[in-house]
């Protein structure tokens, strides 16, 4: 990139810039960032404490800055001019004026070009060098010093865009909380060796929208697709110097606009069809957002947007020392949602993505920050108010990370109404029952019945839950079964990254083997850890490439590996993959067969003496109901919990009428004999799932039969009764799922 082309006349230059600057008129204060109205082009940017705001306007190539404008007009904190030359497509960005006081927190530059914090799609990439600083790097004083050169030909640049968009009939799926199945996947490792993608489309929106792609998740049974960031974001500046990406996206610039490295055309566009292909398949689209903290980084870090525009307002600072930042977030600044611009400019972005881009929801990386006011969390602060009142956010699923390093930083169970969260209790207890641990019983009833201990109060639903063993954070399915520890050596920081607590089990070798007893124990440990997410209450979630084993060879800290560790080998599924991902399938037809795993009420496992039932029973082997002592034998690993279809669905007083489903648990390293119980109204029990015997078609059982439960198996079996109409349609839909393997 080079600065605006120099003239032999200064004073002929003078007089056209003059002239140029002259075309812009006052434009209005809202809506901010640049909008397109047909004639021209409105730019508003909110900054509290800047002395005067330059637009510049670059080639459409982002290379030449050949116009620059003073925005005329300053309304309510908001800089603002109308541009009647501008068109859809212009690229632009801004230089702040103000006072460079860091101890004051301000840090204005206008030798420093600024990204438009609203702009809807960016230009170039960013190239770090030392002119993105706002002080010299070598110099003594730091950050107090002052850098004069340009950062233009290395910054990233903003481009007006044309919203038009022609939607045609889809609509958004609204698929209902207690209904809904969660698939994490990032946008770029799912296509990327795809062989069905055509390889320009591959790491891209378009290779999402080729219909192949949402033919598969619609088949493998999942409703919603959670994507990782694909807010614009920057690779840091450490890991270029190691040849390294930051792959996950968890570094965000710009909130408007999607990452550039998605994009094979244009950005609005291409990101719209993609969402347009999903929906007509019935899928949802839930974007994982970072509003917590920006690329930024702390007061070494470069000056690239926010910095530059306004510190003292975007950022939360140390109220006694401004100069530093108050970070925690663990990235080295947190954003200031506790300033009312901040708020909005959050909220608008919420609202652009919603409704424009028609997104089906958000999951909130580090949530707890989003609710933490200078005093504390505060789940009545100004941005979960925001959320809870708006029109259009209120009807959207809301997804906390309920978590972060700051003081009061854990707040599962915490969120307000309409929220669901994270439950990272679930993915720990689950985890350590599974690989053996002693004692877990209780806390495992907890999990399976929706944790109600947390999420069980003011009206929240189950669905608040969101169940998980595996995210894109930690260890994969795969390499949880594999490794007992994590082997993070690509990453270049001598495997001190990423958590060492993992509540994995190698199985007896560390990695890959040969031996066929560790490799069937290993896949059947995958399809308890599978089973238990889907047949529990609460809303599940798995991690994509699960279905079919994909590994990260033990790296549980993958965030910098845009290669093949991320991207999952579609080609070289083996027929364990296979074979796997035929169990996922038929598991998601059993929990949609059911309605009883996915009911709006918390199981209590107390009686309903009116209607003489009890929703959940707790069942010894022997077929009895578990006994106080029995749940604090550290030695149970064994148990059976008996849902009973005909408890109260909803908050009228009335009979249920669904199937009643008995599954039972089996940590323990042998054979346990279960006894089949006796229910009232019942006839015999039918086998639908059992871990040990995936591929075995529904078999019946009479009453008091004794079942051999495998070691370190689960079974579930679905009663035969009077009313056997969910029971019949249950057992044709996995039957139909097992006879239409997906190629």
Known sequence: MKPIKPSPNQSLLGAAMALRRSTIREGKPFPLGATWDGLGVNFALFSAHATKVELCIFDDAGEYEIERFDLPEYTDEVWHGYLPTARPGTVYGYRVHGSYEPDAGHRFNPNKLLIDPYAKQLVGELKWAPELFGYQLDHPDKDKSFDGRDSAPYMLKCRVIDPAFTWGPSRKPETSWARTIIYEMHVKGFTQRHPLIPESDRGTFAGLSHAAIPAYLRSLGVTSVELLPIHSFVDDSYLVDKGLRNYWGYNSIGFFAPETRYLRTDGASEFKTMINQFHAHGLEVILDVVYNHTAEGNELGPTLSFKGIDNASYYRLLPDQRRYYIND??????????????????????????????????????????????????????????????????????????????????????????WAEWNDKFRDTVRSYWKGDAGLLPDLAKRISGSGDLFNKRGRKPWASINFVTAHDGFNLNDLVSYNDKHNEANGEDNRDGHSNNHSWNHGVEGPTDDPDILELRERQKRNLLATVLLSHGTPMLLAGDEFGHTQNGNNNAYAQDNDINWPNWLGIPPSGRALREFTRRLIATRKAFPILYRSRFLVGSRNEELDVTDVTWLTPAATEMTTEQWQDGNARCFGMLLDGRAQESGIQRRGSDATLLIVFNAHHDVVPFTLPEVAEGRRWVGLIDTAQPEAPPATHSFGHVYDVTGRSLCAFALEGAVTSDLRQGVGSILDVTERPLE
């Open 329 to 418: 977030t663990g990235t080295g600044n947190t954003v200031n949602l506790s300033h009312p611009r901040v708020l909005q400019m959050v909220a608008d972005s919420l609202r652009y993505w919603a409704t424009e881009m028609r997104v089906d929801g958000f999951r909130f990386d580090l949530a707890t920050i989003l609710a933490r006011e200078p005093y504390g969390f505060d789940e009545g602060g100004g941005f979960l108010d925001a959320c809870r009142q708006d029109p259009v956010l209120s009807g959207v699923k809301l997804i906390a990370e309920p978590w972060d390093i700051g003081p009061g930083g854990y707040q599962v169970g915490q969120f307000p109404p309409g």
